[in-house]
């Protein structure tokens, strides 16, 4: 056996470590079907893609048993960052139809409700994080892209619209416990330029960080 095999295991070798009641391989299967269904033949899941997708996967299945080993916390959301075109987008898509009933929650592109707060206002900073009036509670969502977003100007006041739209999701974080997700190309560093260290704080406190390698190639 060559020396370096103990200690430099492949990555689908080190996954298949996991301590769980559910077929992580299996999983997997279905996801590349379902991201078949979705976005075409191209789509597949890549080996070094495998410790990130494993942790989304425990997440989203409420496996306590692998959320323990990856020191992922069920009460908080998902912070999944990581370069341009790396699958963050496609991969949260599917993990709606993997998440039970009472976790599902909608991706809405932080470009769309910047878009939406030039039509609509500071309504839409309520909108997306205590809900519409009829709503009995706030609504589960996946902030997509966070970054992508400009600040703009409503009757000449300009407005951080995704910072205060988090702070106010951590408001209903603290007091019905109802989590937010997000996917980013930013660092936390990045993340504190552009939202100011407020944000940065909250967002530790109300996500599990899950971060690609930076060298993940560009997959479109």
């Known amino acids: 056996m060559n020396e370096q095999t103990g200690q430099n295991l492949s990555?689908?070798?080190q996954t298949r470590t996991i301590q769980s009641h559910y077929n992580y391989e299996e999983v997997c299967s279905w996801i590349e079907r379902k991201g078949t269904e979705l976005y075409g033949k191209r789509f597949r899941i890549i080996e070094n893609d495998l410790p990130v997708i494993y942790k989304l996967i425990s997440y989203f299945l409420k496996d306590e048993q692998a959320a323990f080993q990856y020191n992922i916390d069920f009460d908080k959301g998902i912070l999944l960052t990581g370069p341009v075109g790396c699958g963050k987008t496609s991969l949260l898509n599917i993990m709606k139809f993997?998440?039970?009933v009472e976790h599902k929650f909608?991706?809405?592109p932080c470009r769309d409700i910047s878009f939406e707060f030039i039509n609509d206002g500071y309504e839409i900073i309520h909108r997306y994080s205590k809900g519409k009036l009829y709503q009995s509670e706030p609504k589960i969502y996946c902030f997509d892209d966070l970054g992508?977003?400009?600040n703009l100007k409503y009757f000449g006041?300009?407005?951080n619209v995704m910072a205060e739209i988090i702070l106010s999701r951590y408001d209903i974080?603290?007091?019905k416990r109802?989590?937010?997700h997000i996917t980013s190309?930013?660092?936390?560093s990045e993340i504190e330029t552009h939202y100011g260290l407020r944000v940065r704080s909250r967002l530790r406190e109300m996500v599990n960080l899950i971060s690609y390698n930076k060298t993940t190639k560009d997959k479109r």
């Open 11 to 13: 990555t689908h070798q």
């Open 106 to 108: 909608s991706v809405k």
């Open 98 to 100: 993997l998440a039970p």
């Open 185 to 188: 190309n930013l660092s936390a």
């Open 148 to 150: 992508a977003e400009n």
């Open 178 to 180: 109802i989590p937010t």
């Open 173 to 175: 974080f603290i007091s």
């Open 157 to 159: 006041n300009e407005c």
